[in-house]
């Protein structure tokens, strides 16, 4: 009995330890994407705001909805748009 209850307790703290080293992997992993994200968001914004001085509030919306991949059409549109127009297009 106490040889098993002493494995137990040995399994559990392993487990544990596991558990951490993999969630710590998954919070860094979510971390990263949302700090590039957040990044390409004000770069994007930035951008838009030297092409377009008079940036709409519409605009600023939808870039901020925006996920990373919708993020990196925009910005290599924007290196031929014309108009916000041809940046956003659909």
């Given at each position: 009995m106490?040889?098993e209850?002493?494995?137990?307790r040995k399994?559990?703290?392993?487990g544990?330890?596991?558990?951490l080293?993999?969630?710590?992997a998954?919070?860094?992993?979510k971390?990263?994407?949302?700090?590039?994200?957040?990044g390409?968001?004000i770069l994007?914004?930035?951008?838009l705001?030297?092409r377009?001085?008079?940036?709409p509030?519409?605009?600023?919306h939808a870039?901020?909805?925006?996920?990373?991949?919708?993020?990196?059409?925009?910005?290599?549109?924007?290196?031929?748009?014309?108009?916000?127009?041809?940046?956003?297009?659909?």
């Open positions: 106490e040889g209850a002493k494995g137990l399994g559990e703290a392993k544990r330890k596991e558990g080293v993999e969630g710590e998954k919070g860094l992993k971390g990263e994407a949302k700090g590039r994200k957040d390409a968001r994007l914004i930035d951008a705001e030297e377009f001085p008079s940036l509030p519409m605009a600023r870039v901020k909805r925006a996920g990373y991949a919708e993020i990196k059409v925009w910005m290599s549109r924007l290196r031929t748009a014309e108009t916000l127009d041809d940046v956003f297009a659909q």
